[in-house]
């Protein structure tokens, strides 16, 4: 019977140059800019290696990769955000305007910078023609919503790469487990043949000793 | 129309329809068509041979009990190419994508760069497949104790 010594090496720790993390910053630079906070990228980078234990250069490019596109998710949702809050001032001006708010432009500006008596002001003016807060931010929807599409886009290439990344490292495992098992039976082969047949031998029994045993009552 | 008006229409029409005359106008009107260069090939800048020949062998190299036969080593070629156009391709994308949270009109910009991106992404699934499928068996052997796989 094999057992998991009988396996060939595959490529592990020590197969992995010592300048693996130089060659992967090279061919698989990390997405990030300069102003970029580079901690929670190497916290889920390593966080993701610990759970997948990739093997060889070709594993941790796909690994490099996976991270990479869940990183940019992650930051195209919160960049979609950013751009309908900071663009609230300029959905609020159009809504005001459209009420024939007098002033409507400085309103706005003093609204988005978050004093205290313009919003008490914006919110009259929206409670008076019956709007909510959230007509502010469909009028900032609009006016970007070619970008805000654009952007919606990628979410979707980026979330579609990092599941096929995902397949690919599998596909690959799979095709190394399947050699693995290959290379098993073909060690297997060239062993000696298990005997199957039972040889008679002669035995002695062995008397049962008082108290050995609790016999079951029924 | 009088012969002098048609003769103005004409040459304004002449200026319309012709390049630059200069030398200087000239040479940036080669230019106009060329953006980031991401069309071209890889090994076009034939600086980066050595990289792609260096990454291959490290891919060859990362697999116990595989030869670098020349067979081997052009398919390992072939994935290393694709990563490294698509780190190139990466490289090229980071200043615009991070233009995005102030600038939303990049968007349109970083959608136009994917295209690079999808072809480069193709070629490296293609390769690695290729790859796969001509790794030859591995040879049946008792390891020695402790040789055994292991995970990093």
Known sequence: ?????????????????????????????????????????EALLAHIIAEVKPLGIVEHVWVHDYVDRHFDVVR??????????????????????????????????????????????????????NLGPGVVRA??????????????????????????????LYGHQAALAERLRNAVAAHEQEQEPVQEHVVDAEFTPVPVQTGQYVEASG | MSRARRAFASRANSRKSTGPNTLAGKSTAARNARRHGLNLP?????????????????????????AAEPRILALARRIAEAQLDLA??????????????????????????????????????QALRAFDAALPPLPARKAPAGEMAKRS
């Open chain 2, 42 to 66: 890889l090994l076009h800048d034939l600086g980066v041979e050595p990289d792609v020949d260096a990454l291959a062998r490290l891919i060859v190299g990362s697999i116990v009990g595989l």
């Open chain 1, 139 to 168: 009028q900032a929807l609009a006016a970007h919503i070619r970008e805000i599409e654009a952007i919606d886009r990628m979410i979707c290439i980026a979330e579609a790469r990092r599941d096929e990344t995902l397949r690919q």
């Open chain 2, 88 to 125: 190139r391709i990466r490289r090229v994308r980071l200043p615009v994508r991070a233009r995005l949270a102030t600038e939303p009109t990049v968007a349109h910009e970083l959608l136009r760069l994917d295209r690079y991106e999808r072809r480069a992404l193709s070629r490296r699934k």
């Open chain 1, 1 to 41: 019977m094999a057992t998991s010594a009988d396996l060939p090496a595959v490529a592990g720790t020590a197969n992995r140059p010592a300048n693996l993390p130089a060659v992967l910053a090279d061919i698989a630079p990390p997405p990030l800019g300069r102003d970029d906070p580079v901690a929670p990228y």
């Open chain 1, 76 to 129: 195209l949702r919160a960049d979609k955000a950013n751009i309908l809050n900071a663009n609230a001032g300029q959905g609020l001006r159009a809504v005001l305007r459209d009420l024939g708010v007098k002033d409507y432009f400085t309103l706005a500006e003093r609204w988005h910078a978050r004093d205290p008596d313009a919003i008490a002001a914006v919110d009259a003016a929206l409670a008076a023609a």
